[in-house]
């Protein structure tokens, strides 16, 4: 029998390719390192004939994996393996057309060393090219809208993108905190997908299906009744400045209808038809103000990017319920400006954002992002925010959107009638001397986009 052969391990952090060699160094293998690509060519150069196996990192000083690997193909179909991220997403498709044979996200974890265990004993057994071992047909995986993702603070499944007909690669694990900055990264390279395996599909339709299923279904409702909130819905959105006549008619035309097709959901669940009542029988003033964070929501996330329906359907509804905690508290404490307000009575209207969780998580089958939009839309980016002082990528993606919606429409629709209305412009200047460092910067960058969308 012939003595086994090696495995090629390159990469320019030692911390890392110390602990990989070591961990199949315990699994019985030969562990031949190197700090870079251009250090890998020469070792590869003298000692090929040791070598079965090549697990090499992309991102490396001198010498890339991508240049390595193609070093390598041009004298040898070796088994080559790359270990990327969700940010090495053109360099993975580069190397896959060159011959790459796998891909592992990195840091390594033990599905991964398994992976590099099978793909070492197929090629000492002569089996390293058999494509149909390699990955799950393309049958077995399921497209998901990229921005569907962006509503999520934790990653639900494995997810994947598509190099090819046949090819995926994993660029996120289940359980680990949703990247959101790197997905803006694949939707800038114009990804408008990723994808999950089969099995793990019905993780993201469980709560779109019962979403969904609300929809269609009768309710104990009566037709009256909603047609009652629906005409008080119109006659605020007709009668407030939020819908300037100024504004660009398409694309008002296309929010006005996301929030219209939103309140007609709300109005098919009793559970959430109850709790738009209570809005706007506590104040019309604070149904008017739901009424234009949710519209206006839903017009910076398309400026944004987000365009699955899933997520709009989200976003509005999340804004037109973010402040449902609000009907717990009095009109007159809510009518107080905050330099008005006792410490006792700053605590109360604080406790809002948990009241309208907790009313929220309390309806069967609604999104849990929805009721993280009534409970995150007063954090901030700095930590100063209430009720828990979380900071950045731990505040909900789409709250941190209602949170500068939040603030635009106090402006424009302020809720004490001696306060100064302020057009679009005066509005965002104040936000961005007031608020400028507690806001998300490229959500606040939506929101001043938006601009287009008002006439000169």
């Known amino acids: 029998m012939n003595k086994s052969k090696s495995i090629l391990v390159v990469d320019d952090d030692p911390i890392f390719r110390i602990l990989l060699a070591k961990m199949l160094k315990v699994r019985g293998l030969d562990v031949i390192e190197a700090e870079n690509g251009f250090a890998a060519v020469k070792t590869f150069e003298k000692r090929k004939h040791e070598i079965s196996l090549i697990v090499s990192d992309v991102k490396m000083p001198t010498m890339d994996g991508v240049e390595f690997l193609k070093r390598v193909r041009s004298q040898s179909s070796i088994p080559f393996i790359l270990f990327t991220g969700l940010t090495d997403i053109m360099e993975s498709k580069q190397a896959y057309e060159l011959g790459a044979n796998e891909f592992i996200l990195k840091p390594i974890d033990l599905d991964g060393i398994k992976k590099i265990m099978e793909w070492f004993k197929r090629a000492e057994s002569d089996e390293a090219l058999a494509e149909a071992e390699r990955v799950p047909a393309a049958t077995d995986y399921r497209r998901i809208q990229l921005d569907e993702f962006l509503s999520t603070t934790t990653i639900q499944s494995d997810i994947y993108i598509r190099l090819s007909e046949s090819k995926f690669v994993k660029v996120g694990r289940k359980g680990e905190p949703t990247p959101v900055e790197r997905l803006k990264y694949y939707r800038d390279k114009k990804v408008d997908f990723l994808y999950v395996l089969n099995a793990e599909f019905g993780i993201y339709v469980e709560h779109a299906a019962t979403f969904t299923k609300k929809i269609v279904q009768s309710s104990a409702v009566t037709d009256d009744a909603k047609l009652k909130l629906l005409a008080a819905s119109t006659k605020l ?32 669940d009793p559970a959430i038809f109850k709790q738009l009542l209570d809005l706007q029988s506590h104040s019309d003033h604070l149904f008017a103000h739901s009424l234009a964070v949710s519209l206006y929501a839903s017009l910076v996330a398309k400026q944004h990017g987000w365009v699955s329906s899933s997520t709009l359907t989200k976003i509005s509804l999340g804004g037109l319920l973010h402040d449902v905690g609000k009907k717990e508290l009095s009109k007159d404490l809510l009518q107080k400006s905050r330099k008005e307000l006792t410490p006792s009575e700053i605590r109360e209207i604080e406790s809002h954002c948990e009241r309208g969780r907790d009313i929220l998580l309390d309806i069967q089958g609604l999104p849990e992002e929805i009721a ?25 993606p789409l709250a941190r959107l209602v949170y500068v919606v939040d603030r635009f429409v106090s402006y424009i629709l302020p809720s004490n009638p001696d306060d100064k209305q302020l057009d679009f412009l005066e509005a965002v200047r104040k936000m961005q001397t007031f608020f400028g460092e507690e806001m998300d910067p490229a959500l606040f960058k939506s929101l001043m986009e938006t601009r287009h969308l008002h006439a000169p």
């Open 237 to 268: 959105i007709a009668e407030n400045a939020f819908l300037s006549p100024n504004l660009d008619k398409v694309q008002i035309d296309a929010a006005s209808s996301i929030l219209e097709n939103t309140i007609d959901f709300a109005a098919k």
């Open 372 to 396: 993280l939009i009534a409970l995150h839309h007063h954090e901030t980016k700095t930590g100063t925010g209430y009720p828990r002082r979380l900071r950045g990528e731990q505040i909900n």
